[in-house]
């Protein structure tokens, strides 16, 4: 009932930025929550960042100060700026959202396909 769709991936040198972006269709009443997670080559999924329906947002540590998560709930889309990026940012990104459907009254959640991002050196 609900797509989450992830853009704007792609490879970039040491220290520059990308901006992914994750638009979600479907039969959404709200998107209470958003978070980006990503995955490395032979390392586990790790959670990057999450955002509220109110704005709260938290970061891990590796990336605190270089990434924004932010939201814009009229478009149901979300958006992950990165910034003074590294190679060891490297690895898929992946959008995840919490949602209520229309007529519903519980939260699911849903995964975007992924978009790699490849930091060079």
């Known amino acids: 009932q609900v797509q989450l769709v992830e853009s704007g991936g792609g490879l970039v040198q040491a220290g520059g930025s990308l901006r992914l972006s994750c638009a979600a269709s479907g039969s959404i009443r709200s998107i209470n929550a958003m978070a980006w997670y990503r995955q490395a080559p032979g390392k586990q999924r790790e959670l990057v960042t999450t955002?509220?329906?109110?704005?709260?947002?938290n970061y891990a540590d590796s990336v605190k100060g270089r990434f924004t998560i932010s939201r814009d709930n009229a478009k149901n889309t979300g958006y992950l700026q990165m910034n003074s990026l590294k190679p060891e940012d490297t690895a898929v990104y992946y959008c995840?959202?919490?949602?209520?459907?229309?007529?519903?009254?519980?939260?699911?959640?849903?995964w975007g396909q992924g978009t790699q991002v490849t930091v060079s050196s």
């Open positions: 955002i509220t329906s109110g704005g709260s947002t």
């Open positions: 995840n959202a919490r949602v209520t459907l229309i007529g519903g009254r519980y939260e699911y959640s849903y």
